[in-house]
Nanobody, 120 residues
Framework: VQLQASGGGLVQAGGSLRLSCAAS????????MGWYRQAPGKERELVAV???????KYGDSVKGRITISRDNAKNAVQMQMNSLKPEDTAVYYC???????????????WGQGTLVTVSS
């Protein structure tokens, strides 16, 4: 399974960005897709994930500012990020799994990452 992400870039604080990720090459349905991020010197953390049924989970630091949505037919997710802060600066990694619907468990597939930089 390959995950192709797009939409990262540079934005000023308070601005918005939209990240997209599409899966290809999968033999089985993608059950959960979403995003984690990793800032310099920090551990990877949850941003948002969504199941094929529409169940979502958001990281505490982004709740209320980020909305994730999914197109099951295209095996794609979109994440709208608003009111961005400098602390949102990180490499954002698309992730996916097809083995189960456990939002909190291990993800089998990861994209290469897209950099989001929020300037103050």
């Amino acid at each position: 399974v390959q995950l192709q992400a797009s939409g990262g870039g540079l934005v000023q604080a308070g601005g918005s960005l939209r990240l997209s990720c599409a899966a290809s090459g999968n033999r089985f349905a993608i059950n959960v897709m979403g995003w984690y991020r990793q800032a310099p010197g920090k551990e990877r953390e949850l941003v948002a994930v969504i199941t094929s049924g529409g169940r979502t989970k958001y990281g505490d630091s982004v709740k209320g500012r980020i909305t994730i949505s999914r197109d099951n037919a295209k095996n794609a997710v979109q994440m709208q990020m608003n009111s961005l802060k400098p602390e949102d600066t990180a490499v954002y990694y698309c992730c996916a799994k097809d083995s189960n619907y456990d939002i909190d468990g291990r993800y089998e597939y990861w994209g290469q990452g897209t950099l989001v930089t929020v300037s103050s």
